[in-house]
């Protein structure tokens, strides 16, 4: 099955910066790479996602690139806030089998935005 | 539109007793709906895969005749939790599929369901 790998764990910046977040994953199948915020009790927020056929996407203060060659995909959020403070997950899923629209998550990243 | 609820938001029980939580897609339909559970300070794991008038498909290590699960129609999956323990108390968040072309993949989520066992 998928696995999807997720960095860093922790990640503390001044507000204005910009903040990055690398995730891999496994199956090459993989065709749909969501990004979530969730707040603390909260539900996750999609806040951005890409499809395998492209290879950046941007919202925005928020861009995903994706590089299917090495199975990664990033998160880029630029000029950051307070209220970007939570935490973020990336996931994966297959567009296709038995696994068909399962998401793996990544272990999550913790964003802490200095004022 | 795309809202999913569940219900309840948040519930204790003794150990030993049966917990029900709902989940529904409130303006779409869902042929699939996801049942995921968290743990804090951890990430959400998937635990079964529910489609309507099917059995649900359960992932490794959950175990079906303790998490029962009925998608019973288009719009509405629910997850018991039978003779729930103290390590089950978790924070439940089930998600569901729209069924319309062009988001395929994307899942909707409920705003979860804080579950503790005494």
């Known amino acids: 099955g998928e696995n999807v790998e997720q960095h860093p764990s922790t990640l503390s910046v001044q507000e204005g910066d910009s903040a990055v977040i690398k995730c891999t994953y496994s199956d090459s199948a993989s065709n749909y790479f969501p990004w979530y915020k969730q707040e603390l009790g909260k539900r996750p927020q999609l806040i951005i996602d890409i499809r395998s056929n492209v290879g950046e996407k941007k919202d925005q203060r928020i861009a995903v690139t994706l590089n299917k060659t090495a199975k990664h995909f990033s998160l880029h959020i630029t000029e950051t806030q307070p209220e970007d403070s939570a935490v973020y997950f990336c996931a994966g899923s297959t567009g296709g089998g038995t696994s068909y629209g399962k998401l793996t998550f990544g272990q999550g990243t913790i964003l802490t935005v200095h004022p | 539109g795309a809202v999913v609820s569940q219900h309840p938001s948040w519930v204790i029980c003794k150990s030993g007793t049966s917990v029900k939580i709902e989940c529904r897609s409130l303006d779409f339909q869902a042929t699939t709906m996801f049942w995921y559970r968290q743990f804090p300070k951890q990430s959400l794991m998937l635990m079964a895969t529910s489609n309507e008038g099917s059995k649900a498909t359960y992932e490794q290590g959950v175990e079906k005749d303790k998490f029962l699960i009925n998608h019973a129609s288009l719009t509405l999956s629910t997850l018991t939790v039978t003779s729930a323990h103290p390590e089950d108390s978790s924070f439940y968040i089930c998600?569901?599929?729209?069924?319309?072309?062009?988001?395929?993949?994307?899942?909707?989520f409920g705003p979860g369901t804080r579950l503790t066992v005494l």
């Open positions: 998600s569901a599929r729209s069924s319309l072309a062009g988001v395929l993949n994307e899942q909707f």
